[in-house]
């Protein structure tokens, strides 16, 4: 009886590690963008970072075959329990529910616009950003089973119709939207009111050309990449405040990285840590965040995505542990262990995806 007892706790107990291991794993989303059926590409995220295929599920709508030049394609609800993806070729929003790595498809609405590029959501609030014809914003309210329910009079223009957008995203208190403009090389603010409607834009010049991807830091401070056209070693990053009125103040000007294209940026839970994705150049580079937002290059070469591996979008797993880069030029995801000082250790990361795949989301 007592050998018994002692191999029921001893079961017990590897049921729990065991438990507790798959716990800690997560899953990784990316997408297709593919001509005339878009999906969603899923990967099982083991504990160690490594990645596996779990599947696909096709969104119902149409991507456009080729890079959508935007940052937050495909984006994660606050709790992860929901997944939206944008349908540009057919200009739709795809929603999922989020169950480890499966996906259910359990809504779709037209995007108030044409080829949406970009999305944010806060809260029961998404936005969507419409990069075709003269550009706008569009709104949504989110329903407890995931109903995507156009929110009235929430469109909003760009600064004008040549404004070639790339991001749109909530500040952390979801009191503005902020848009980066590549063509006009600004940045642009909307407030947000209480019933959800966006007013404005506001538009602030970019410290640097060509502003692109940006993140924010919890506190609400802003880094925003600059790919300079693209130019040969003259990528940066700039960091700015938004004040309760929603203008923009300067924190570092264009703090370079000496590689080409900066385009996507992701920023660390705690805050002290951002990287960049070198388009151009096929490498990550970190930066140190200090209390008062300034930046400070800690490596221009902090991780390798190798040559013609034209690096886009990145998504940090749950805790900030792994940074995941989708490789648009070679069909893949890069992964990459995260130090405590910002330094990327390279891991297993996946392979086989189509060229077209825009947007990453992890957890």
């Not at 404004?163 to 090389?185: C, M, R, W």
């Not at 056209?229 to 923009?248: C, H, K, M, N, V």
């Not at 096929?282 to 930066?287: P, Q, V």
């Not at 989708?326 to 392979?351: K, N, V, Y």
Request: net charge negative; charged share 15%.
């Amino acid at each position: 009886m007592k050998s018994m007892t002692m191999w029921c706790l001893g079961t017990l107990a590897a049921l729990a590690v065991a438990g507790a291991a798959q716990a800690r794993d997560g899953a990784v989303f990316t997408l297709s963008n593919t001509s005339p059926s878009n999906e969603v590409l899923a990967f099982h995220r083991r504990a160690d970072g490594e990645l596996r295929f779990a599947g696909r599920v096709a969104t119902g709508g149409q991507g456009t075959g080729a890079g959508l030049g935007s940052q937050g394609a495909l984006v994660l609800s606050e709790d992860g329990e929901l997944l939206f993806a944008v349908d540009a070729g057919s200009n739709e929003i795809s929603l999922f529910e989020v169950d480890g790595t499966s996906l259910r498809r359990v809504g779709r609405a037209h995007s108030g616009g044409t080829r949406p590029i970009s999305l944010t959501v806060h809260r029961d609030l998404l936005y969507v950003l419409n990069a075709g014809g003269k550009g706008n914003i569009a709104g949504f309210t989110v329903g407890a089973r995931g109903a995507l329910t156009p929110l009235p009079d929430s469109s909003r223009p760009l600064s004008n119709s040549a404004a070639d957008p790339a991001q749109i995203a909530f500040t952390p208190d979801g009191s503005h939207l902020v848009v980066t403009e590549k063509a006009n090389n600004l940045i642009d603010v909307y407030e947000v009111s209480d019933d959800g409607l966006a007013e404005g834009p506001t538009t602030h010049a970019s410290s640097g050309q060509t502003p692109f991807g940006f993140a924010f830091r919890r506190d609400g401070m802003l880094v925003v990449s600059e790919a300079f056209g693209g130019a040969q070693g003259a990528s940066a990053l700039s960091s700015y405040e938004l004040d309760d009125d929603g203008a923009l103040q300067l924190n570092s000007g264009s703090v370079p990285d000496q590689q080409s294209a900066a385009c996507w940026v992701a920023i660390t839970g705690s805050g002290r840590i951002a990287f960049t994705s070198n388009t151009g150049s096929g490498s990550i580079s970190s930066y140190r965040i200090n209390r008062s937002g300034r930046l400070t290059l800690i490596d221009s070469v902090a991780g390798d995505t190798g040559a013609g591996s034209a690096p886009t979008d990145m998504a940090m797993s749950r805790g900030s542990r792994f940074l995941f880069v989708l490789d648009s030029g070679t069909g893949a995801i890069s992964a990459f262990g995260i130090g405590h000082d910002g330094a990327l250790e390279p891991i297993t990361g996946a392979s086989g995806l189509p060229t077209s795949a825009v947007g990453l989301a992890a957890r």
